[in-house]
């Protein structure tokens, strides 16, 4: 009787966890469902990954590899960009397809290489998924569509804003002591000397452009970058200029993840010709090598990690 | 003898300081707010008293550089456009200097003029 009775109680523990995620918060907002939607597996194909795999939180919302893999361990071609400053960019992937975070957001789903589940079939999951029924009609007031899936999506993206970095702290606060001396003078080096501003400005230091750094070369490196979406000759090679904030923690770099390191980024900018001698359409900016000591590009590297916000660690002392 | 001199320097030091600051009403923090996409960009320019400013949107910094106000005149430069050029703006204050409009002269930095030409701030500490 005794043993029935154990029995009896743990099963119905088992029972109350199992309707563990029943009872889960649900959510309330479009960004509460975004971020929802962005951790679950349900959005891709064989329910294996989500966007939070490439786009991994402890990374500024990036990856750490120079290629992400997608369902099936299908190997993409283009490096993950961080998600993170997303607000106030005017548009999204290297090679600006998307015009709106809204656009963008649906795109990996349905791609082959990525979560490969048709924008369709995604909705008619969400729509068997009682969860998800009951929050897309709380918070949009319809079931899930096309639309509003985008839409939560997006509205989670936009609350990643990061301005909390020392660099922030020292500009907007005029706090002297937030950042080293080495990283004041890399910021002068990169308004300066070093010419990064020409093309890294604006809030996120990057701004709406698309450039040929020289990383198109025809034979090895063979990715056209903008040219595919505009058709248009004078793109070949030209890619969105990457935002700087949170860049220490978000290696590798470029479009297609070649470079390990923040140093290595510098030694490329310091002298093109010595990594990729013969590139085609590269930016006439680029067109002297840049002549830096190496204690100037210690001081930029210094500056760099100084964009980096206080939620993220990192191993180098500012 | 030494210590009289030095009082009488540090003196001068502080008249001059608020010389400059009563004769540069633009020192100290403006603001004004505008639509991007679907977000509100909120833009702060803090003009220092050493003659060097910062403009943020949503408190990141966007842009540094120098700047100088004679009468009712900016010059203002930064690396962004040319740091050895100053594009000029006629200055018009409202209220109490509680806001300022800056009114191209000259600026040939077609990205500076076409983000600040017209446009009105308030004193950050005025709207509080």
Redesign the interface.
């Known amino acids: 009787m005794k043993k029935l009775y154990c029995l009896f109680l743990l099963a119905l523990a088992v029972m109350i966890m199992a309707m563990g995620p029943f009872t889960l918060e649900e959510p309330n907002t479009k960004e509460a469902l975004g971020k929802l939607l962005f951790a679950d597996p349900i959005l891709s194909g064989n329910r294996k990954i989500s966007c939070i795999s490439c786009h991994k939180a402890e990374f500024a919302f990036a990856d750490t590899t120079a290629v992400s893999l997608g369902v099936f361990k299908r190997k993409g071609i283009r490096n993950t960009p961080s998600v993170m400053n997303s ?2 960019q ?1 548009n999204f992937f290297w090679d600006g397809r998307s015009a ?2 809204e656009d963008q957001a649906l795109a990996p789903i349905s791609n082959p290489i990525e979560m490969n589940l048709p924008i369709a079939l995604a909705i008619k999951r969400l729509n068997k998924n009682t969860l998800y029924r009951r929050a897309f009609m709380r918070v949009f007031k319809e079931a899930p569509n096309k639309k509003n899936l985008a839409q939560a999506l ?1 509205a989670f993206e ?1 609350t990643l ?1 990061t ?1 909390d970095s020392p ?2 702290d020292w ?2 606060n005029e706090n002297q002591k937030a950042v080293s001396e080495s990283a004041k003078r890399g910021f002068l080096l990169f ?2 000397k070093a010419n990064c ?1 020409q093309c890294h ?4 230091f990057n701004n709406v452009e698309f450039r040929n750094i020289g990383l198109y070369d025809g034979k090895l490196l063979t990715d056209s970058g903008r040219a595919a979406i505009t058709k248009k000759q004078e793109d070949l090679g030209k890619f969105k200029i990457g935002p700087l ?1 949170n860049i220490a923690v978000t290696a590798p770099y470029m479009h297609n993840g070649m470079f390990k390191t923040l140093r290595e980024v510098i030694d490329y900018y310091n002298d093109p010709n010595k990594i990729v001698p013969s590139p085609i359409g590269r930016d006439p900016l680029l067109s002297k090598p840049l002549s830096l000591s190496e204690q100037e590009k210690q001081e930029l590297e210094d500056f760099l990690i100084s964009l980096t916000d206080k939620r993220f660690k990192v191993n180098k002392s500012l | 003898m030494k210590k009289a001199f030095f009082t009488s320097l540090m003196a001068m030091a502080l008249i001059s300081f608020s010389f400059t600051n009563e004769n540069n009403p633009l020192v100290g923090r403006w603001e004004f707010a505008t639509k991007y996409q679907e977000s509100t960009l909120n833009i702060l320019t803090v003009f220092k008293a050493d003659g060097t400013f910062d403009l943020f949107a949503n408190k990141k910094p966007l842009v540094t550089g120098t700047y100088q106000v004679k009468h009712d005149t900016l010059f203002i430069a930064d690396a962004l456009c040319n740091a050895n050029y100053s594009a000029t703006y006629k200055l018009k204050f409202f209220g109490k200097q509680d806001s300022v409009q800056f009114n191209v002269i000259q600026d040939t930095c077609i990205r500076r003029k076409t983000s600040v030409n017209g446009v009105t701030y308030k004193n950050a500490l005025a709207v509080k």
């Open positions: 607000a106030l005017a709106t975070l997006a936009r804003e301005s660099f922030d500009r907007i308004n300066g501003i400005f604006g809030p996120d904030r």
